[in-house]
Nanobody, 118 residues
């Protein structure tokens, strides 16, 4: 089991940047994949980015490729999502996830709101 706490959300103008953090507790952090998802009202949660256990492989949704960067810091048991060139359509609640099992993720954080104004 991995417990996750997101932070770093907020209000930013279009074209700006934010960095989300997800602090993980539990002994499994270094051995599990980590991911970021987002959700807006009335829509299903969508994949944003993921990073494997070693940090050697990352993947991104097409909508954020080239603008967002996922990374992880083992000494702090934290995964980050650097978001650049933010657009109003990036407005959503962002969720951190851990321990991918096929198409499912076993652990989720509580979410952090990101709002991008035009």
């Amino acid at each position: 089991q991995v417990q996750l706490v997101e932070s770093g959300g907020g209000l930013v103008q279009a074209g700006g940047s934010l960095r989300l953090s997800c602090a993980a507790s539990g002994r499994k952090f270094s051995s599990v994949s980590m991911g970021w998802f987002r959700q807006t009202p009335g829509k299903e949660r969508e994949f944003v980015a993921a990073i494997n256990w070693s940090g050697g492989r990352t993947s991104y949704a097409d909508s954020v490729k080239g603008r967002f960067i996922i990374s992880r810091e083992y000494t702090k048991s934290t995964v980050y999502l650097q978001m650049n060139s933010l657009q109003p359509e990036d407005t959503a609640v962002y969720y951190c996830a851990a321990d991918q099992d096929g198409s499912n993720w076993k652990n989720w954080g509580q979410g952090t709101q990101v709002t991008v104004s035009s």
